[in-house]
């Protein structure tokens, strides 16, 4: 299906003015119009009319008209679901404060809470509603710029290539990478259940900067590198539901380590990922001679299941989960016309804490895609009665694979960094994570997938629909440290903002508290907000000393502040934290009264005889060093002759030592 089908099937009604506008943009392309088939720098003679007030005609409307018209109707929009959000949480506010006072009659607050309740349940099912057609619309007409771009680099790109420049104000703007996560969050209410959560692993990819080696990290051994190929079909309606984020996605594929020729085990895998990003996979291994009858359905697993039939019987759990993922494999792939599509090769180092699964890292590096298709029949890439391409895999070809034509590879620019975090770990343990995480040299890659990423570098020309961080491939992931920490902190503190407003509107504080470091811009923006109000104020406060540092007088007003009325009742409690601040009304446990005393205002306070006895104790020990140290002095001077003057010295010496500890302990305050 060409785009603009595409296009015009995917349009919301109510927002169908706000899409971009495809045939304009091809209007201005003239694409009625001969153009350089030949893709060369110079052009010929039947693409001669195309001048440069056409280029720049194009150009100002692809970027400066529709991307600023998607760009701005995404902001106002979402500003607008935020806004619906934050009046569902007033409401909430208002049914707590029913539930909470207790002079209220029972059946009101039931008939009151129950209809706002009704109200907010019906707006947020608007909002999500909502929110789902936002996630489209961004991706459509993210994939429609894409698109326009390459169209007119193809046809029109003699002189000026725009795709580049397209990515690089795509990779600015929001509306390509907004996370709709903390306005979803209600759906979530219904399933706050700690445990199960803290046995879900999250999952973090992202991609890092340039790498030139793939060595491990204990020396000169090579890693092995791993294989994946992917299956789907001529329509690629696998790709589509993984980019689309449909429930259920799966995707099917072959992998093994290292050379076919070496007689590795190959593992035929199928994944199914929900939509809250949970996957569930069934793996099995099976050999070389019987994939292509497998896929074919010749083949059903039958020596595999002999096997396990005489070794552990016909009701045998292993027997019945190897039957059942056999056949499940085989009718997904009958069902939805599978065949080997797309080639993931890589090199992946792991890391992990021996014993401790907590936090898992993988690094792969040299990734390269490569088409394993036969759609084209004239050129197909693989023999279409085979399951794989015999020119990579019987000359045991190696990255970069030097013998693959141009435009049947692509060679990921970056390596792939994967942190697998289980829920529940140690805060330690997360505070690393999140440093790295937060690192200059990475960039996060929300749900990436070689086979979505393969899929949209090497078959454009055959899918509609592209993923989000196509736009960052064109610029340096690299950032300023400086520039890298100020971001983060900005997305810490919003994303602590949005955490706290969604957290109160379902009833829980799920969100953990945003502490501000020191040296981030919003610590700055604080400090000059406060120094300006302490400005203000000292200049409206007559006699009042100056002084050079600005930020000691930022930090030190209310202390002086509350200086002089404590200097005249010094027992009176300033602080924000003191008993008389501190009596609040809070309802108490069952079983638990508040005490009507203090401890301390319950009688005079028992010493017990060890604690009364510590002086003594303390006193003996003295005396038993000086002591020694008299005994020392002693034996050195009767011992030193008549003319040993420096030994009865030093005896002198420690007699005094000795008579000091014994005095100083008695003069000691205690």
């Known amino acids: 299906m060409r785009f603009g089908k595409t ?49 720049g005609a194009f150009v ?128 979530c209410t219904e399933s706050r259940s700690d445990d199960l959560q ?13 790498t030139n080696s793939s060595r491990a990290v204990d020396g000169e051994r090579q890693d092995p590198r791993i294989t994946s190929l992917y299956f789907d079909n001529p329509g690629f309606s696998l790709y589509n539901d993984k980019v689309c984020k449909i429930s259920g996605a799966s995707s099917l594929r072959l992998r093994w380590f290292g050379h076919l020729n070496d007689k590795t085990e190959i593992f035929l895998e199928k994944k199914t990922t929900s939509e809250s990003g949970d996957s569930d996979e069934i793996p099995f291994s099976i ?41 499940a494999i085989q009718a997904f792939i009958q069902e939805n016309k599978l065949q080997p599509m797309l080639r993931a090769n890589y090199t992946r180092t792991a890391f992990q804490i021996p014993g401790d699964d907590r936090v898992r ?67 330690k343990t997360n505070e690393w994570v999140r440093d790295l995480m937060a690192s200059h040299l990475v960039k996060e890659a929300p749900r990436f997938s070689k086979f979505v990423h393969g899929i949209a570098q090497l078959f454009e020309d055959h899918v509609n ?26 997305k810490k503190a919003k994303q602590a903002a949005e955490e706290q407003a969604v957290g109160s509107l379902i009833g829980s504080q799920t969100g953990q508290a945003f502490t501000v470091a020191v040296g981030s811009p919003i610590a700055k923006s604080l400090e000059a907000r406060n120094s300006t109000q302490v400005g203000g104020k000292r200049d409206q406060t007559a006699g009042e000393s100056d002084t050079d540092e600005e930020g000691d007088v930022a930090r030190s007003t209310g202390a002086t502040r509350s200086q002089g009325f404590q200097s005249f009742l010094p027992s009176f409690p300033t602080s924000r934290y003191g008993p008389s601040r501190q009596k609040i009304s809070m309802r108490l446990p069952p079983g638990v009264r508040e005490p009507g005393r203090l401890i301390k205002d319950t009688g005079p306070v028992r010493v017990e005889p060890k604690v009364w006895l510590a002086n003594q104790r303390t006193f003996v020990k003295w005396q038993h060093i000086s002591v020694l140290l008299a005994t020392l002095s002693l034996s050195l001077y009767n011992a030193a002759g008549e003319d040993n003057s420096v030994a009865r010295s030093l005896a002198i010496a420690y007699t005094l030592i000795a008579a000091l500890v014994a005095v100083s302990y008695l003069s000691a305050p205690r």
């Open 361 to 427: 890292i993988s690094l792969d590096t040299d990734v390269a895609f490569i088409r394993e298709d036969s759609l084209d029949q004239e050129r197909p890439c693989r023999d279409p009665s085979d399951w794989h391409r015999h020119d990579i895999d019987a000359n045991n070809m190696d990255y970069p694979f030097p013998g693959i034509r141009r435009g049947e590879i692509s060679r990921f620019p970056y390596a792939l960094l994967e942190i697998k975090v289980r829920d529940g770990v140690k805060k």
């Open 198 to 210: 803290s046995q879900k692993a999250r999952r973090k990819p992202y991609g890092t900067g340039p």
């Open 60 to 187: 100002d409307e692809l970027v400066n008209v529709q991307l600023e018209k998607v760009n701005a109707f995404h902001d106002e929009t979402y500003k607008n679901l935020r806004d619906r959000t934050s009046d569902c949480e007033s409401k909430l506010h208002k049914i707590a404060a029913l539930e909470d006072d207790e002079t209220r009659k029972l059946g009101e607050v039931a008939s009151g809470g129950d209809q706002t309740l009704q109200e907010m349940l019906r707006e947020l099912d608007s909002i999500t509603e909502e929110i789902n057609e936002l996630e489209k619309y961004s991706r459509i007409n993210f994939t429609g710029f894409l698109k326009a771009a390459k169209k007119h680099d193809r046809r029109r790109g003699f002189r000026y290539r725009v795709r580049p420049l397209l990515q690089v104000r795509l990779a600015a703007l929001p509306f390509n990478s907004e996370d709709y996560s903390p306005l979803l969050s209600h759906d």
């Open 465 to 490: 629909s592209f993923p989000f961080w196509l736009s960052d491939l064109e610029t340096d992931i690299r950032r300023d440290p400086e520039t890298a920490f100020q971001e983060e902190q900005e």
């Open 7 to 55: 296009l015009e099937s995917s349009i919301y009604e109510p927002w169908r003015s706000k899409y971009i506008d495809y045939p304009k943009l091809k209007r201005l392309l003239r694409e009625d119009e001969p153009a350089n088939d030949s893709g060369s720098a110079k052009p010929d003679e039947k693409s001669s009319s195309w001048t440069e007030e056409d280029e």
């Open 287 to 327: 050999k070389e001679k019987y994939i292509q009858d497998f896929i074919t359905g010749r083949y059903k697993m039958e020596k595999p299941l002999n096997k396990l039939r005489e070794r552990h019987g016909h009701d045998s759990d292993a027997l019945k989960w190897l039957q059942s993922s056999v056949d």
